[in-house]
């Protein structure tokens, strides 16, 4: 009895050690408030243009199966996000079908990364995002590539908090050089 218990103990671990890790994608950004919509209607939507298979691995003995994988919709994650700002600018958002959006903007998420490549013990962590962003008036279109990325060293395995807020920092710091980027400010302010 007491080398079931035992060996049942050991299965509980194991299958721990072997968990995907689900993350909540909620990047923000701070936008100063501007005029450069001027009450036009303008419609955001997210596309998730990941390969396939997680966004990397905690590292570590079990690193092969310790992926982090996301557990929401990065699309409306990304579109909520931006619609936000965009509101802050004095655009009025509606729906991506919405056939009175004078503006139409399209975000893809073409990388999110966090990966340690260390498979023994965990000490050091690579992170990346990168957004490409499509901005549609009538017949103009502006496109820009945003990234972001930091190494972080850790002397123990990160939990789910600290991974989940390191790739939402990434993801808003990302979102955050849309907003601050001039030339999209006045590809905005010529064509409106």
Known sequence: MKKLFMILGLCTLVAC????IQI??????????????????????GGNKLPGGGLGSLGGIYADTSNIRLANSVEDALASTLAEGFTQWGFRTVGASDPAARVQV??????????????????????????????????????GTYRSSGKDRNLIKPNKEEVEARLNGLLSA?????FEDEKLKMFLQANL
């Not at 050690?17 to 995907?20: D, E, N, T, V, W």
């Not at 975000?107 to 499509?134: F, G, H, M, R």
């Not at 990302?174 to 849309?178: G, M, S, V």
């Open 24 to 45: 909540q994608v909620r990047p923000q950004v701070e936008v100063a408030p501007s005029v450069i919509g001027s009450g036009y209607a303008l419609s955001v939507r």
């Open 174 to 178: 990302t979102l955050q050089r849309a």
């Open 106 to 143: 399209v975000a893809n998420l073409t990388s999110l990364k966090y990966d340690s490549p260390n498979k023994l013990y965990t000490s050091k962590v690579d992170s990346s995002a990168e957004i490409q962003l499509e901005v549609r008036i009538g017949g103009a279109t502006y496109f």
């Open 17 to 20: 050690a072997h968990s995907p």
